[in-house]
């Protein structure tokens, strides 16, 4: 759903509400909608029927993997009576509800799943369910007591585990019960988070995914605004024979909450002027797509440009160019001249990630220093890197010293990290730390607009250190009232606590600097006349502040804690997010969801993921926490993969083919020569990487040593490691599947190569249908022709058309 933001510039949740209700309805007839004027929301629904497999047992050990069961965990028909979706969204905080009621139709048992995509920015609340009658509730626990009540009902064989897995923007919430034939489960999951204003917008998606076909499909969005909303958009993927099935309706509502929370959303304001310092990665791990993509985000982001901006751009391998040494106007004959040098940038070699932002930084000096800066403008350096830096200084945390202490206090760093393997951890660190932000793109097809998207909305500048306060005695445990910067179409928030009882009017102050003026403001809200509101409606989320509050401080905390510089302030802070999170029921990091029926006989767990550093590592394999379960294989390309080859659509379930291994991945990390040749720089794989997913063991060799990590979990295919010391690596799965990793070792003062790895695979090897990547896709012979022979440009030589894989080439 995306919304608009308020048109005035300051709202709270104590002004006359607008509510707005969209139900969608399949089957049956629903309740119609609500809605007034001010805001935008847009719903998106996303349909989503395949679903991904996750075990938890509740009355049965999976380690009893009778074959009989095995049997029928494919065909086995499944009825899903109704699936309903309920939003209740009040001033942009979400809590959202997803019910399943589902019957084992078959006439023996087995195992049925609950699968929920949620935005990564949201907070598991709570997860309850009823299985044959015993009802289990959750509750949120530090997650070290959670995973010891768990241990012990697992010691007693009575539960496994709930997983959830990472995806692009979402995550995965993955359930699946084994239950009696002729059992009926209601699973019940609930989630909070706060809608981010982006553009002029909310958006708020819900994604619909039963995995049958549904008597019974609902989904209401409750939605109550402060300052009403201007309009709302409900645009859905479910396909034209659900066109008519939207409804929205209008109705006037107030609401209030015990805490306080303080919007700051201006419009109508002239931009401030630019200095921008594009840093690009240019190194060979950026060649082909993501550099395609880089160049045409760049072409559209330097057409925004104006004569009040100023800019230049810094691209970086193992060595540093600047296209400019200086800032120069944003005039439409500069950009030209820039563009073209985009266009010639030729990936290859390192990555000196450190020299490259010092560089910028430099500029961004010199020209402050030089008179060139207006003192009201806004100077910004966007680093946009895919990889870790292996050339100049390596070590991340000197990185980020340098950086730090270079920084001016009127400077930004905006980080964009491209694919899987950056290290999007210190690309954020670097970017909170010097006033700034980072996000991921992932490389895909759409790669270019979500660089030009990221841009977009740090494009325009309206206002410089922002400070909103409230008079000392009224309030307590406000959250960040100073903000560096306020780009248009974006929203300040601030939350709070009221300290005074009966308070009947809260002030608040906020000054500003824009590009003409030094601005103060000042509001006065009405606390008491809200109080009881939201307790009349059935459909509101009375709550909604105190949540938000919440909300808002532990991610302020867990960001304060990736910048602690000491383990005995991280401890402070964790301590903070653990009170918090209990006291407000949120899945965090450091706290996990325990499932538990009457007498807490059976527990059931949810745990928070870890964020990989490289997609290729995310946990989605069908070993869950509690055992190993029903096999479940799906052939699909990995996020993190180019699509080479067409691989199969269709799932294998039950009993793992003979013919098929899974779950091998090999990566390779290139390392630049010592020195160029013929304008040329040479790279090599300084580290190659095995992973067994299924098992979660993963080999790392390198030039200097080799790191065998071993996952934790039933292992029912062998894994074999092999290492000669100074020689070779040899890893073999199941028997079937081999990679070897040779050490190509060179003279020390030789002054142009490096030590370099070598990874060997024998043809013999049984990959799966699934079998993609530079090496992989040619395991099976491709299809090649050759046509359209022709004269070349050399009378000696022909040229023609050779089509690969439906690539089409030019060869001579």
């Known amino acids: ?21 969209i139900s969608l309805a399949c089957g049956r007839s629903t309740r119609s909608i609500t809605m007034r004027h001010l805001a935008i929301f847009i719903l998106g629904l996303v349909l989503a029927p395949k679903l991904n497999c996750f075990e938890f047992v509740v ?42 009621s589902v019957v084992n139709s078959a006439q023996q048992a087995q195992s049925i799943g609950f699968n929920v995509q949620i935005p990564k920015r949201a907070f598991i609340t709570n997860f309850t369910m009823n299985v044959n009658g015993i009802t289990f509730v959750g509750s949120i626990k530090e997650k070290t007591v959670a995973r010891n009540l768990y241990a012990q009902a697992r010691a007693r064989g009575k539960a496994a585990g709930i997983v959830r897995s ?34 002029g917008a909310y958006e708020h998606f819900v994604h619909l995914q039963p995995g049958r076909l549904v008597p019974h499909l609902q989904v209401d969005v409750y939605v109550y605004e402060p300052k ?72 559209t982001i330097l057409d925004d440009l104006t ?14 160019r600047c296209w400019s040494e200086d800032l120069v106007p944003g005039s439409s004959i500069q950009v030209e001249e820039a563009k073209k040098y985009i266009e010639t940038i ?72 491209i694919g899987f393997d950056v290290d999007y951890d210190f690309l954020e660190r670097i970017a909170m730390e010097n006033r700034g932000i980072a996000q991921r793109v992932h490389a895909s097809q759409d790669a ?40 248009s179409g974006s929203e300040l928030v601030v939350a709070g606590k009221i300290q005074q009882s009966g308070l009947s009017t809260l002030n608040s102050f906020t000054t500003a600097s824009s590009a003409r003026m030094d601005l103060s403001l000042q509001t006065d809200t009405d606390c008491q006349q809200l109080d009881s509101a939201l307790s009349h409606h059935s459909h509101s989320f009375a709550g909604f502040a105190r949540q938000m509050w919440a909300y808002i401080t532990i991610n302020q905390l867990l960001a304060e804690r990736s910048l602690a510089p000491t383990a005995a302030k991280k401890r402070k802070i964790t301590q ?181 790895l070598g990874v060997y695979i024998p043809n013999d090897n049984k990959y799966s249908p699934g079998v993609h990547g530079l090496i992989g896709q040619f395991s099976v012979e491709p299809d090649v022709k050759v046509y359209n022979f022709r004269e070349g440009a050399d009378p000696m030589k022909m040229e023609a058309t050779m089509e690969v894989n439906g690539n089409k080439l030019a060869v001579t």
């Open 448 to 487: 270019a607009q979500q660089l030009q998207n990221f841009y977009s909305q740090v494009s325009s500048p309206l206002l410089r250190k922002i400070t909103i306060q409230f008079p000392e005695d009224a309030v307590t445990d406000v959250t960040q009232n100073h903000f560096d910067k306020f780009f």
């Open 228 to 299: 009403g909303i201007s309009f709302i958009e409900a645009p859905s993927t479910l396909g034209e024979q659900f066109a008519g099935a939207i409804k929205i309706t209008h109705s006037k509502e107030k609401v209030s909450d015990g805490h306080f929370v303080q919007f700051f959303a201006p419009s109508n304001l002239t931009p401030l002027p630019k200095n921008i310092v594009f840093v690009i990665d240019v190194s060979g791990s950026m060649w082909g797509l993501k550099m395609k993509q880089t160049v045409q985000a760049m072409q």
């Open 59 to 100: 009355e049965e050990d999976w380690e009893s993997s009778s074959p009989a069961r095995q049997a029928i965990v494919g065909a086995a028909p499944v009825t899903v009576q109704c699936y309903k979706v309920e939003s209740r969204i009040t001033s942009r905080f979400a809590h959202t509800i997803v019910r399943s």
């Open 576 to 756: 903070k997010i653990l009170s918090l999170a209990v006291e407000h029921q949120f899945v965090t990091p450091f706290t996990a969801l325990l499932v538990e029926s009457e007498g807490g006989q059976e527990r059931l767990l949810a745990d928070l993921p870890k964020d990989p550093k490289q997609g290729c590592c995310a946990g989605s394999g069908s070993a869950a926490l509690g055992g190993r379960g029903p096999v479940q294989v799906v052939h699909s390309v990995p996020p993190w993969a180019p699509m080479t080859t067409p691989a199969p659509s269709h799932e294998v379930v039950g009993a793992l083919p003979d013919h098929i291994t899974i779950g091998v991945v090999v990566n390779g990390r290139l390392v630049g020569a010592k020195q160029m040749v013929n304008k040329k720089l040479s790279t090599y794989f300084g580290t190659i990487t095995v992973t067994y997913k299924p098992q979660g063991i993963r080999v790392d060799a390198k030039t200097e040593h080799i790191i065998l990590t071993d996952g934790k979990g039933n292992h029912t295919l062998s894994v074999k490691v092999s290492i000669v010391k100074d020689s070779h690596m040899t890893v073999t799965v199941n028997d079937k599947i081999t990679v070897t990793v040779l050490l190509h070792r060179v003279w020390k003062k030789n002054p142009i190569s490096v030590d370099f």
């Open 166 to 199: 990472n995806a692009m923007d979402m995550e995965t919430f993955k359930t699946e019960v084994h239950v009696p034939a002729g059992s009926k489960i209601e699973f019940e999951l609930h989630y909070q988070e706060m809608m981010h204003r982006k553009l």
């Open 1 to 21: 759903m995306r919304s608009a933001g308020p048109q005035n510039p300051l709202c709270s949740q104590t002004d006359p509400a607008g509510r707005v209700l």
């Open 346 to 417: 030729k990936p290859n070699g390192g990555t000196n990630i450190n020299e490259a932002i010092l560089r910028a930084i430099h500029m961004l000096t010199k020209a402050s220093n030089h008179g060139l800066i207006d003192p009201r403008s806004v100077s910004m350096i966007i680093l946009v890197s895919d990889g870790d830096p292996t050339v100049g200084e390596i070590k991340l945390s000197a990185i980020q010293k340098n950086i730090k202490r270079y920084m001016r206090e009127e400077f930004s760093l905006f980080s964009l990290g």
């Open 307 to 320: 004569m009040d901006d100023y800019f230049s751009i810094v691209d970086f391998n193992h060595n540093v």
